[in-house]
């Protein structure tokens, strides 16, 4: 079965750093496109960042570039979010997801791993 797993999240003052990961089973993260989304109290979903398994490009939502990377570990199947930098706007419930299709299903991904929190402090 086809399962993600987000971990990582925790309590952070602004200009921080955390490290997510999601380890995902049942799939190879070299075969799809592994995105991190992200949602705030009272907010949207957003799209945060996408790796895709075809070509390796990295997509960064213009909130995060500079700050954020993505990266992976095939032989981990493992999708690892750096976040520095963080700002106190960054708070939200953080999501890993994947899809064969790759980044281009956007938020429409087919599978999707319970969220882990990020609260970063002023």
């Known amino acids: 079965e086809v399962q993600l797993q987000a971990s990582g999240g925790g309590l952070v003052q602004a200009g921080g750093s955390l490290r997510l990961s999601c380890v995902a089973s049942?799939?190879?993260?070299?075969?799809?496109?592994v995105g991190w989304f992200r949602q705030a109290p009272g907010k949207e979903r957003e799209g945060v960042s996408c790796?895709?398994?075809?070509?390796?490009?990295?997509y960064y939502d213009d909130s995060v570039k500079g700050r954020f990377t993505i990266s992976k570990d095939n032989a981990k199947n493992t999708v690892y979010l750096q976040m520095d930098s963080l700002k106190p706007e960054d708070t939200a419930v953080y999501y890993c997801?994947?899809?064969?299709?790759?980044?281009?299903?956007?938020?429409?991904?087919?599978?999707w791993g319970k969220g882990t929190q990020v609260t970063v402090s002023s």
């Open positions: 790796i895709n398994s075809s070509d390796g490009q990295r």
């Open positions: 997801a994947a899809d064969s299709e790759g980044c281009w299903v956007y938020d429409d991904m087919t599978y």
């Open positions: 049942g799939f190879t993260v070299d075969d799809y496109g």
